[in-house]
């Protein structure tokens, strides 16, 4: 009997010390830091979003002492999804979104800034610095904070039928506004059947405001000055408006095109009935077997108050929010700086069709086939300027100026038939004002 209560005992120690061992495992496992990391939908679902999942599972399986839980947030009304999710305390705590988001929230005291992984850069020399075009991280740099890092950039570009052009003659590309003009007047001539331009002109996806910030932009003007004055009443604007006006009075581009969404105008050009579409890159465009070899991008184009050709960009960042928890804090550091360093797959993989900030990432094989990445990078990245031009950085008064539409909502004006530029600048210029003004209170 004593032989056997000993056999117990020892088994019943055994089992305590696998009990307690499991209990460690179990506390040790408690012990992760726990980090939300909400990413918006840059490229196709199915195929984005898993290149973005699988990421952050290498990241979770590099740092065993971190867990990132993904979720893919959709852009439909992303920003009130953002706003009440903050507001209330459930937020993320690491994001990407909306170009100016993370500039919005700043504002609002809910954004972490991210100057010691600036600071941690330049004392090691890191190389980082020297990959990413030139004042793009100064573009979410606010009251002497970076509020946010880049890691890619969006743009617009004119996608147009090299067929059409051939039939039409047309040998060289337009390099400016008024050859551009030339160009569709020959396209609407030697086909009049088919629409000389397409492109997004309503107000719900921005297509009006698209359009303008490319014409502001290329005309080296934008609806504030350099210093945050209101430029809206520029004869540059006017000029704008003016070249908005000749499209539709020379029935250049469709006269729906008020109405018009992106899909809209893609679908027209996709099936041969307009010879340029103007909007984001269609990466599908140039992989469908019958389009991809009858079709480029045009050169970037100046205004005619414009010394040089000037291609409007937006810098899509990542940003932490301000979180409670100082332990965690550094592991939130930690990953964005990671995900700015490592997020190559995203445009290899998960084909978001955007521009890397890191330039080393182009030198990937993948960009020997990706065509229309390829010439983005060749011909139009050359040219960029920030979507806050001719300011560097993204400023407070910006989100009301972009949000509500209003360089969007001169051009609308001019597509409903109104032609009284001063007075449609002059309504614009007000609201432009009322913005700036708030941003000062």
């Known amino acids: 009997m004593r032989r056997n209560s000993g056999k117990i005992l020892a088994v019943v120690i055994s089992c305590a010390m696998l009990a307690g061992a499991s209990v460690q495992t179990a506390a040790a496992a408690e012990k992760k830091t726990e ?42 009304n992303y920003y009130q999804t953002f706003l009440t999710a903050v507001t209330s305390g459930t937020g993320p705590d690491v994001a990407t979104a909306g170009s100016q988001t993370p500039m919005q929230f700043a504002t609002m005291g809910e954004i972490l800034p991210l100057n010691s992984i600036i600071e941690k850069w330049q004392e090691e020399q890191d190389s980082v610095l020297e990959d990413m075009p030139e004042g793009i991280l100064e573009t979410n740099f606010l009251n002497g904070d970076y509020i946010a890092l880049p890691w890619n ?37 030697s086909n009049p059947d088919v629409f000389p331009l397409v492109t997004a002109g309503d107000m719900g996806s921005g297509g009006a405001q698209n359009l303008m910030m490319w014409l502001t932009v290329s005309n080296d003007v934008g609806p504030v000055t350099a210093d945050g004055q209101s430029d809206f009443m520029s004869p540059k604007i006017t000029e704008c408006l003016e070249f908005v006006a000749t499209l539709m009075d020379e029935e250049l581009i469709p006269e729906a095109t008020i109405s018009y969404k992106d899909a809209d105008a893609q679908k027209l050009f996709y099936s041969g009935q307009a010879a340029i579409f103007y909007g984001g890159p269609v990466p599908g465009f140039f992989e469908d077997e019958t389009l991809k070899d009858k ?60 521009t890397p900030v890191l330039k080393s990432f182009t030198d ?13 990078n060749e011909k139009i990245m050359p040219t960029f300027v920030h979507a806050t031009y001719p300011i560097q950085n993204f400023y407070p008064a910006f989100g009301q100026i972009n949000g509500e539409r209003y360089l969007g909502s001169a051009a609308q004006k001019v597509l409903s038939g109104r032609r009284d530029y001063e007075a449609i600048q002059e309504e614009e210029n007000e609201n432009v004002e009322s913005a700036l003004e708030l941003q000062e209170e």
């Open 153 to 189: 950039s969006d743009t617009r570009l004119f996608t147009y039928r090299t067929d059409l052009f051939e039939e039409a003659g047309i040998t060289e590309l337009p390099s400016t506004w008024e050859e551009l003009l030339d160009v569709l007047r020959t396209l609407k001539e």
């Open 364 to 376: 990937d094989p993948y960009y020997d086939s990706a065509v229309l990445e390829a010439l983005i």
């Open 35 to 76: 980090i939300t990391f909400w990413d918006m939908m840059w490229g196709e679902a199915g195929i984005y979003d898993v290149a973005a999942e699988a990421l952050v599972d290498q990241y979770n399986q590099e740092h065993p002492e971190v867990n990132v839980e993904y979720q893919s947030v959709p852009w439909d």
């Open 295 to 354: 079709i480029s991008i045009l050169d970037p184009m100046q205004g005619p108050s414009a010394a040089q050709p000037q291609t409007v960009y937006w810098a899509n960042s990542i940003a932490a929010y301000n979180n409670k928890d100082e332990e965690k804090k550094q592991a939130i550091l930690d990953f964005v700086e990671w995900w700015v360093k490592n997020c190559k797959t995203l445009f290899t993989d998960g084909r978001c069709g955007k």
